[in-house]
């Protein structure tokens, strides 16, 4: 069973804008804290944004400024707001997240593509 799932990805220009969402498969389970990565061919994944349960976010350098990650609670919902895209953004996006009472564990969803061409 898929805990994690993703969706938001798909083909943009270089300078579009792209809304990734990453929620809980399952209402019962509350999102705690969240990291949005990435995974290019070839390349080892790493860390995009990261957000705390309390709204403390951090962002790896090549995003700063373009990136920007939120959670709405109420909608137990953390988004990846990705402006500005670059053709070097492509990449398979994947929301790992840990959930509330269910311990340290962080859970992978199955990844959605973001592709920056023209």
């Known amino acids: 069973v898929q805990l994690v799932v993703e969706s938001g990805g798909g083909l943009v220009q270089p300078g579009g804008s792209l809304r990734l969402s990453c929620v809980a498969s399952e209402t019962i389970f509350t999102l705690n804290a969240v990291g949005w990565y990435r995974q290019a061919p070839g390349k080892e994944r790493e860390l995009v944004a990261a957000i705390s349960p309390a709204g403390t976010t951090n962002y790896a350098d090549s995003v700063k400024g373009r990136f920007t990650i939120a959670r709405v609670n109420s909608k137990n919902t953390v988004y990846l707001q990705m402006n500005n895209l670059k053709p070097e953004d492509t990449a398979v996006y994947y929301c790992?997240?840990?959930?509330?009472?269910?311990?340290?564990?962080?859970?992978w969803g199955q990844g959605t593509q973001v592709t920056v061409s023209s």
């Open positions: 790992n997240a840990q959930f509330k009472g269910m311990g340290v564990r962080y859970y």
